[in-house]
């Protein structure tokens, strides 16, 4: 059986990714199996110098999913380049970096850095504060996503994926404005915003206030997010958001997506990734599929 995807340009072994942001950097998880057996590793997002993160409580339990407020909190680009990404590399990793910027500059500052390392992809997080835009968010218009895209675009001769949010009015929007910035794929969907307040306290649970939804919560909004990016563009879709089976990657596979990260499935379960990818395997057995790309965009609308 056929399991490879080709992801804007890099062969991959199989459309299972760890997502950015509860994998860390491999280390932990590569106690439970072989990492190289993924089809890459998206990192914890990289910023330009090291950051502590929000303060506790960060993270919280929701109904089928969490909050998190995390806040990006990571060792800087450079202990990237020099600790993170040398053990990745010698794992046998193929590694997508994910990064965060408050400016434009930023963003294409962190891509130029990253050009002359030896990762595959570069995975642009646009659901930053701009601070030269009054705190908006990146994300959240599409000027702003094309300027980012096109900013990192000219930086790097890595592939560029661009992460999207789904806390804006329309994700195809979203996607085409990151299609039209030169970016090679698009990856989605980050967070929903969300809250939870402590009845006892009268306080939010979070110290951050709102944080970030996912898990099995979300997947029914981001399947339909990424059925609708995929439409829209003609670059690859990594879709993510809930994933917790095989069957949950094969239907974003049919939705248009080219591959599958997931996420919070890892912090309740640290063979998630492989297990996943074992019913992936599974579910193509028993359906007489013989290359795993014969699902893709394959979705039947009458």
């Not at 110290?207 to 670059?235: D, E, F, H, K, W």
């Not at 994933?243 to 640290?270: H, K, R, W, Y």
Request: glycine share 10%.
């Amino acid at each position: 059986m056929r399991l490879s995807v080709n992801l804007c340009g890099v062969e991959l072994k199989n459309p299972i990714i760890p997502a950015s942001g509860t994998f860390g950097f491999g280390r932990e998880f590569s106690r439970y199996y072989d990492i190289s057996r993924l089809g890459a590793v998206a990192t914890k997002g990289i910023t330009p110098l090291p950051r502590l993160g929000n303060p506790p409580a960060r993270i919280t339990e929701t109904p089928s999913g969490i909050l998190n407020a995390v806040g990006l909190q990571n060792p800087g680009v450079d202990a990237f380049i020099e600790e993170e990404l040398p053990w990745l590399i010698q794992q046998g990793a193929t590694v997508i970096a994910n990064v965060s910027g408050n400016s434009v500059d930023e963003y294409a500052e962190l891509a130029e850095t990253l050009d002359s390392t030896d990762i595959a992809l570069l995975e642009v997080n646009v659901s930053c504060p701009n601070i030269h835009a009054g705190g908006c968010v990146f994300g959240s218009d599409p000027g702003t996503i094309r300027d980012v895209a096109k900013a990192v675009r000219a930086a790097t001769r890595k592939p560029v994926l661009v992460k999207l949010s789904p806390n804006v009015a329309d994700i195809a929007e979203a996607a085409k404005a990151a299609e039209e910035g030169g970016a090679d794929g698009v990856s989605l969907i980050n967070t929903l915003t969300g809250m939870a307040i402590d009845l006892k306290t009268r306080r939010p649970v979070l110290a951050n206030v709102t944080g970030g939804l996912s898990g099995p919560a979300v997947r029914p909004v981001a399947l339909r997010m990424c059925y609708q990016a995929a439409q829209a563009v003609s670059i690859p879709v990594v879709g993510m958001g809930g994933i917790m089976t095989g069957e949950d990657a094969a239907a974003f596979l049919l939705a248009g997506c080219t591959a599958v990260q997931v996420g919070t499935a890892n912090l309740s379960d640290p063979m998630a990734c492989i297990r996943i990818l074992e019913e992936l395997e599974h579910y193509c057995s028993q359906n007489g599929i013989a290359d795993v790309n014969e699902l893709i965009g394959g979705l039947i609308v009458e």
